[in-house]
């Protein structure tokens, strides 16, 4: 009898926890698990519900809850990743942007963006595209259902937000900065939910993690010593005649970390980049040099770095000369071994920039990485997820020495 009586009450309270789990109306996304109806999701989570609103963690630590989709982005940063996830028909949502000096800064980008896409020309920008002080008036007046910033933007707006918030402006931050994988992958997802592109947004994940998962399986057989390349590299905006910055823990930086390799930046700057003493460069005698480029403007000697969108391999081939052939590096090992490459610096804080870790670990392990395409690779995603974009340009090569 009393057997039967705990069978009965435990069914009952197995009943009770199954219908109490059901009817939440909340699908979690990013993670397992799930939040109570109307709490914020735990961190790197993202919940949506049925009655349309979002919760999720930004990449600022702010647990953020959006009553439903919203209708106007101010997208102040990552336009390229927004695009991505969202296709060309997210600049419907699109109210305002952050380009003042896009054109000088990121000529390339900014000529295939605009050409492929010009309603990008009509919207009204909220700053600049590399200052991270965002108009506080005119983004109140516009008054988008959320703005879309980066971790710096967040420090350097910090005191407006709370205005922005009270009338009504959702603030959202996301990270590609770091080069983290992690917060890539948080970042996709928080877009994702954001433009009701979630499928797309798991799609361009698993991409990104295939990739990096790729090369650290394969690195993780290599020895110690086998890892022990010395890499320097260097941002070639100031031309061959002045050394630029290198990166440490960020950026390219972060790449080589990855990489297990040893940077020559590392441990020798006092924030994240900066410029190496050229002596320490030479002294270190490094295996593999790896000089970014872009569009910049101010190149008045005609020899900065040159990559990325629109760029041909000739024009890129010709800048990288000038890098390969400085006085002071014809003893190095890179060059006598023609280990000197080209790399766009613009391609870097993005959903595609796997294809640098890809790129790199060839250049590094040509025989570990010889089946791997990272240039087709970087090409067919813009291809699949972006079709519309008029896709030219160089983004990676190999000092040609004839």
Known sequence: MIKKWIALCLGALLL???FSGCGTGETPSGSQGSSPQGEPAAEGE????EDGSISFTDLSGRAITLEKQPETIAVANYLVNFMLVGGSQSLDKVSALAIDGWQDTRYGEYTVFTESFPKLLELPSVGGYH???LDAEKVLALAPDVLLINTSQYTENEASIPTWEAAGIQVVTVDYHKMSLENHLRSTRILGALLGRQEVAEELCRRYQGGIDLVNERLSTLSPEEKAAKVYVELGNNG???YGNSYAGTLWGGILDNLGVINLANGRLEGAYGVLDREYVISSNPDYIFIGGAIWSGDTGGDQMRMGFTIDEALAQERLRGFAGREEWRGLTAVQNGDVYGVDHG???????YVFTEYMAKCIYPDLFADLDPEAEMHDLYATYLP???YTGTFMIQWDRQ
Do not use: C, H, Q
């Open 131 to 133: 200052n991270d002080v």
């Open 240 to 242: 061959a005649g002045e």
């Open 388 to 390: 519309e974009l008029r």
């Open 347 to 353: 391609s870097l804080r993005n959903i595609a920039d």
């Open 46 to 49: 993202i919940v949506t519900r």
């Open 16 to 18: 009770v926890a199954v």
